[in-house]
């Protein structure tokens, strides 16, 4: 079982939907959960993060994090065909100072049409 | 600010080459890290490396190795290429924060024939 799980989708939705995106985890000791975009023929960059339990809001995107049930969602309303693109969750390595090895999803594609 | 910058950005090898990578990180990050990513494993932690000392490691065989250069600079080999190497290779910089934030680079697509 991998470590973060997440759905690959892909998922379509038209312009001006609420979009749910979600994730489960294993490991207990993950503290602090990411959201990272990659737009095609691009790195990943940094969408949002959140620490422990409860919601984080930016805008149109919306991070929760659920720890008792080992639950992350990220939900963006009002989608733009701008948001198409794969987003992938994720969580640093918890066993130290390793800063740079993050555990991903298998990330969601998703596509907003106009 | 310039980003990270990995090159070359698209190579073509066949089976039994060996291939380096490059990655320039975002000046002042000292911390480089390198991931694999494939449709079917998705992103796959590589290794990191921090002030010319390898930190952490994946679960990858011995074939693929890294090293830090005194400017942060980092290069990945992978020796004995296999068709199952091919993939996105990323790059990403870090600050140190233990928020998990990393700054990619666009990669380079490795295929291998």
């Known amino acids: 079982q991998k470590e973060v799980e997440q759905d690959p989708g892909p998922l379509s939705v038209p312009e001006g939907a609420i979009v749910s995106l979600n994730c489960t985890y294993s490991?207990?000791?993950?503290?602090?959960f990411m959201w990272y975009r990659q737009y095609s023929r691009k790195g990943p960059e940094l969408l949002m993060y959140t620490y422990s339990s409860g919601n984080k809001e930016d805008g149109r995107f919306t991070a929760q994090v659920d720890k008792s049930s080992k639950y992350i969602s990220l939900f963006i309303r009002d989608s733009q065909p701008s948001d198409s693109a794969t987003y992938l969750c994720?969580?640093?390595?918890?066993?130290?100072?390793?800063?740079?090895?993050?555990?991903f999803g298998q990330g969601t594609i998703l596509t907003v049409h106009p | 600010k310039a980003g990270v910058t990995q090159t070359p950005r698209y190579l073509i090898k066949t089976r039994g080459q060996q291939v380096t990578l490059s990655c320039s990180p975002i000046?002042?990050?000292?911390?480089v890290s390198w991931y694999q990513q494939t449709p079917g494993q998705g992103l796959q932690f590589l290794f990191e490396?921090?002030?010319?000392?390898?930190?952490n490691k994946g679960n990858f065989p011995g074939r693929f190795s890294g090293r830090q250069f005194s400017n942060s600079r980092s290069e990945m080999n992978v020796s004995t290429l296999e068709l199952g190497d091919s993939a996105l290779y990323l790059c990403?910089?870090?600050?140190?924060?233990?928020?998990?934030?990393?700054?990619f680079g666009e990669g380079s697509r490795l295929t291998v024939l």
């Open positions: 490396y921090f002030s010319e000392t390898q930190r």
């Open positions: 000046s002042g990050h000292r911390s």
């Open positions: 990403a910089s870090s600050a140190g924060s233990n928020t998990g934030e990393l700054f």
């Open positions: 490991n207990s000791a993950f503290q602090y």
């Open positions: 994720a969580s640093p390595y918890a066993g130290g100072t390793s800063y740079g090895k993050l555990t």
